[in-house]
């Protein structure tokens, strides 16, 4: 399954820009942190994202935190079974 989570991440990293809502929570890749760092930098990319879901871990709860500054207009994050940061706990609010 951590395969699968480093090809999701690459495809949406490198090739895919038009995804509007993804949810890729409750997943076997959840402690595999290249594979969530690359689905984070996928996410970034995506122009019209409106809702992302990741199941993150520390500091890439923070990663998923600051896509809400970087994204332009609303977005929804879904960061359900999430180890959440207390950094971005504090980021958030």
């Not at 090739?15 to 689905?39: G, M």
């Not at 994204?71 to 079974?81: E, V, W």
């Amino acid at each position: 399954m951590e395969k699968l989570g480093a090809q999701i991440g690459k495809k949406i990293r490198d090739e895919v820009t038009h995804f509007i809502w993804i949810d890729l929570t409750q997943n076997n890749f959840l402690y595999d942190v290249q594979a969530n760092t690359a689905i984070i930098a996928g996410f970034k990319k995506q122009k019209d994202l409106q809702y992302a879901g990741l199941s993150t871990q520390g500091i890439q709860s923070d990663q998923m935190a600051r896509l809400l500054v970087a994204k332009k207009g609303a977005l929804t994050l879904n960061m359900r079974n999430s180890n959440i940061a207390q950094s971005a706990i504090t980021y958030l609010s």
